[in-house]
């Protein structure tokens, strides 16, 4: 399986700071179609996880244009340019590959 | 609007079943790959099964662990996908989610459901 590890956050974090929160694959997600099976999640407390980034780079729709992901084949990033309040929750990257699908262990964003 | 409703968890004792449904509206039901996934008390994201649509003749893929246990289905005329659970075991204790993914005019669609409580205990 491949597994999915996600680095911490140095929380909280001031309003308005840009972080990185980053992502490694322990197999390539880059397919021969060019695409890398990335996606980027937000669970925002009592809710369940809603899609930010897919392809690894790709805002899904109606995502803020403060969130943009990047990368590799194993190595990913998801940066926020200037958090806000609505920011806070558990941010997962998933690995869209090959099955089982899975995902990491997650980072908690806290803003202070 | 996309809705994804999930319904059928509980509370139910080690060795017996359950079946969870997932009703939804908002898209075309029919073109989308259907997934659950389960969120453990720790938090961790299990994806546990997919179902393709008509086109990919349904294709299904199981989380390993759950084969054999587990079983995902879906009514493409009543817009719904179900997970029926077998052999319950503690460690199946989660929140499940269904998921949907389909293209749009947009791009990619993904949404998931509110999640269903299943706890196992005796």
């Known amino acids: 399986d491949i597994v999915m590890t996600q680095g911490a956050l140095p929380n909280p974090v001031p309003s308005g700071e840009s972080v990185s929160i980053t992502c490694r694959s322990s197999k390539s997600l880059l397919y021969s179609d060019g695409k890398t099976y990335l996606n980027w999640y937000l669970q925002r407390p009592g809710q369940s996880p809603q899609l930010l980034i897919y392809?690894?780079?790709t805002r899904a729709s109606g995502v803020s244009d403060r969130f943009s992901g990047s990368g590799s084949g194993t190595d990913f990033t998801l940066k926020i340019s200037g958090v806000e309040a609505e920011d806070v929750g558990v941010y997962y990257c998933q690995q869209g590959l090959e099955f089982p699908l899975t995902f990491g262990s997650g980072t908690k964003l806290e803003i202070k | 609007e996309v809705q994804l409703v999930e319904t059928g968890g509980g509370l139910v004792q080690p060795g017996n079943s359950l079946k969870l449904s997932c009703a939804t509206s908002?898209?075309?039901?029919?073109?989308?790959?259907m997934n659950w996934i389960r969120q453990t008390p720790g938090k961790r994201l299990e994806w546990l099964a997919q179902i393709e649509d008509k086109s990919n003749n349904y294709f299904i893929s199981y989380l390993e662990s759950v084969k054999g246990r587990f079983t995902i289905s879906r009514d493409d005329s009543k817009s719904s996908v179900y997970l029926q659970m077998n052999n319950l075991k503690e460690e199946d204790t989660a929140i499940y989610y269904c998921r949907a993914i389909t293209t749009v005019a947009r791009g990619v669609m993904d949404a998931w459901g509110q999640g269903a409580s299943v706890t196992v205990s005796s």
């Open positions: 908002g898209f075309t039901f029919s073109t989308a790959w």
């Open positions: 392809w690894m780079s």
